[in-house]
């Protein structure tokens, strides 16, 4: 079991609505590792549910922290934080 | 959810398939006088568009379909109920069952994901969506959210 964790800011100006939720926990829901994504203001939640991901409310310049639990942890960090520094592609 | 507008929630929706509910609650928001007639075909298409880009049906029976636009510059909410489900392409391919549809002002992505955190806080309770679903009028659905909202407080 490894741990692998992050924080990395949302760069995208309209901050990760549903779009980027769906990237979000698709990305996630490919690994085994559990995964927990939070922030100052909000408690961590599931980060392979969008519905979860939606209640973050994470607007751009928000610090996500990204917690993964499980073998593939750091390969899971790895993509998610990739997703998020490129501003989810938009 | 002060955004709710009452005249512009259908407790039981005519249309059984997807672009025909969201032309519905469009319609009814055009009725309680939130959209101009002039946008109306404009929305409905902007939302359908963003639907075929991905569904909002995010499961468990519920729909989100949204549409940001610099024309809308106060948010809205309607809410619509279909007692026999919708084909709404949802991830789990379950039916969907009420219809949370909001407005958002293109240059405010802030509020945007504050309503959307509201709806889905909602949304995600397994309470909450029973009795969304049960509402059959548009005094049920409000004590509902005000209910909710009271909770959360």
Redesign the interface.
């Known amino acids: 079991m490894t741990t692998a964790t992050t924080t990395i800011t949302i760069q995208n100006r309209l901050g990760m609505h549903a779009r980027p939720a769906m990237l979000f926990a698709e990305i996630a829901g490919k690994f085994s590792a559990e995964i927990t994504v939070g922030h100052a203001d909000a408690d961590a939640v599931d980060a392979k549910s969008i519905m979860q991901l939606m209640m973050l409310a994470a607007t751009q310049g928000t610090d996500l922290v990204i917690i993964a639990n499980g073998d593939d942890a750091d390969k899971a960090i790895d993509e998610l934080s990739t997703l998020v520094r490129d501003g989810f592609n938009e | 959810m002060d955004i709710v507008v009452k005249d512009a929630i259908i407790p039981e929706l005519q249309s059984t398939n997807r672009d025909g509910a969201i032309a519905e609650l469009i319609d009814s928001l055009v009725a309680a006088n939130c959209v101009t007639e002039d946008q109306r075909d404009e929305f409905v298409k902007a939302i359908i568009r963003r639907e075929n ?2 569904s ?1 049906g ?3 029976g519920v729909a ?1 379909p ?1 549409v ?1 636009d610099l024309d809308i510059k106060t948010m809205h909410i309607a809410i619509g109920n279909s007692p026999e489900g919708i084909d709404f392409k949802a ?1 789990d391919g379950d039916h969907v069952y009420s219809i949370v549809l909001l407005l958002s002002p293109e240059d405010q ?2 509020n ?3 309503a ?2 509201a ?3 909602s ?2 309770q397994d309470t909450f969506r029973r009795f969304l679903r049960q509402a059959r009028s548009s005094d049920d659905v409000l004590t509902l959210l005000t209910e909710t909202d009271n909770a959360v407080r």
Do not use: A, Q, Y
């Open positions: 880009k991905g909002t995010f499961g468990h989100v949204h940001k991830l992505p802030e945007h994901l504050d959307m955190e709806i889905f806080s949304l995600s």
